[in-house]
């Protein structure tokens, strides 16, 4: 094994004793140099990206079930503490897996369902990651709880610092949705616009984590930990269905972090045997506007090149997306792919999901059901298989998107007479 960093660097103030649970390293995604956990993010030996180890212990459906109706249920299969449930926090997770009978057959599939996770407490599935951010940042010792965020990301930490009662700073970029840019000032904590894009923030942000002691970027000094909480979402599935796998799941894509741990979550619960062993096609969605690892699949590359965000699915515009290589391994290697549509076909998605289901969803959520249509048209998609798509985010943040496409069908006076004549003719 070789060293990945020094011992003596780990832990700010010294986490107490299972403060990371099953969690017993480090790994680096790239050379698979171990080290001890701490606030790192990237490899001493070759600056890759690093995830959390386990030493897992026999883990049982009956035990997971016993659990609290949140995230925390699947507290023995996280980088968390097993009183974790003590502490105070959003409480994400377990969100509806709502049968989709009515999409289903609008777009020709057999068997389909949506993931729901604008039911969690910021309406989004960041309110995952972050929670379980907040638990390593707060064994660390770490006392400022920060992102860069395309907005999503900020909503969650300025809800999740608030409730923990810390102190919280989010990074945006200028022109992001003004409903996400509300919906994290609410909390009160310190909100900065930055002028560029999502990549430019993020490049402040990794700055700043280089020279400000005890401060916890989620997404970057604390990211293996965050990471993890994306795994709960394949958990939730594998349980919800039963405890059994889909055939095929499409994800949307923005640093390809959510669909890389899917897939980890997936293959945790076949090792353990809580699930049946069963190969599981996953595919990634992105809006064209900002395409880089569906470009690089086209391509038939590898390596994927950033590109500048042009798109209405801001919360998808990263330009270079850290997991884009580690996405393209998973797609290829179950046998997926990753696509993208245009903004036009966003938003009759988005349409197409609350007309269909009775689900508003954000503009990813619209990437998503488009890309999954797009699948089906070009036969890529098995119309027979058990499928089920993300919808990772509220359409009450992206308003704008439908605006100038939905709205009153008529306005008329206050009068029977008038809605009479309005309604001639449209009886169902």
Request: one cysteine or more; aromatic letters at 6%.
């Amino acid at each position: 094994m070789t060293t990945l960093i020094d011992p003596a660097l780990t832990a700010v103030n010294g986490p107490r004793e299972g403060a990371f649970g099953n969690a017993t390293h480090l790994v680096c995604r790239a050379c698979g140099a171990e080290g001890p956990l701490g606030p790192f993010y990237a490899c001493m030996e070759c600056f890759g990206p690093l995830e959390v180890g386990y030493a897992f212990p026999e883990i049982t459906r009956e035990q997971i079930e016993a659990g609290p109706r949140s995230i925390w249920r699947y507290a023995p299969l996280l980088p968390v503490p097993a009183d974790i449930a003590t502490f105070r926090s959003t409480d994400p997770g377990f969100t509806r897996l709502v049968d989709a009978g009515n999409l289903a057959a609008d777009l020709g599939l057999k068997r389909l369902w949506v993931k729901d996770d604008s039911g969690n407490p910021t309406h989004s599935f960041k309110d995952r990651v972050v929670a379980v951010a907040l638990s390593a940042a707060r064994e660390l010792g770490l006392k400022v709880l920060a992102c860069p965020s395309t907005g999503n990301l900020a909503n969650a930490v300025a809800a999740a610092a608030a409730r923990a009662g810390i102190r919280s700073v989010v990074l945006v970029p200028e022109n992001l949705e003004k409903q996400k840019i509300l919906a994290s000032a609410v909390y009160d904590t310190t909100l900065i616009a930055i002028e560029g894009t999502y990549d430019d923030v993020n490049k402040l942000a990794s700055e700043i984590a280089g020279e400000e002691e005890g401060w916890a970027f989620v997404n970057v000094n604390v990211r293996p930990y965050y990471a993890e909480g994306s795994k709960t979402l394949a958990y939730e599935i594998a349980e919800q269905l039963g405890w059994r796998l889909p055939d095929q799941i499409v994800i949307p894509v923005a640093s390809g972090s959510q669909l890389t741990k899917i897939d980890k979550g997936i293959g945790e619960l076949i090792k353990l045997g809580l699930v049946e062993d069963k190969p599981v096609k996953i595919f990634g969605a992105q809006a064209t506007g900002c395409s880089p690892i569906a470009q690089a699949y086209r391509a038939g590359q590898d390596v994927v090149a950033p590109v500048k965000p042009n798109t209405i699915a801001k919360s998808l515009a990263i330009g270079n997306p850290a997991d884009g290589p580690y996405v393209l391994d998973v797609v290829r290697r179950t046998g997926g792919l990753i696509a993208d549509v245009d903004d036009t076909v966003v938003v009759e998605n988005i349409q197409r999901l609350a007309r269909t289901e009775g689900i508003f969803a954000e503009t990813a959520g619209g990437v998503t059901i488009g890309v999954t249509a797009k699948l089906i048209a070009d036969g890529v998609l098995d119309p027979e298989a058990e499928t089920v798509v993300i919808n990772s985010g509220d359409g009450l943040k992206t308003l704008d998107a439908v605006a100038d496409k939905v709205g009153p069908k008529t306005t008329i006076a206050p009068s029977y007479e008038a809605f009479a004549e309005f309604w001639k003719g449209r009886r169902p």
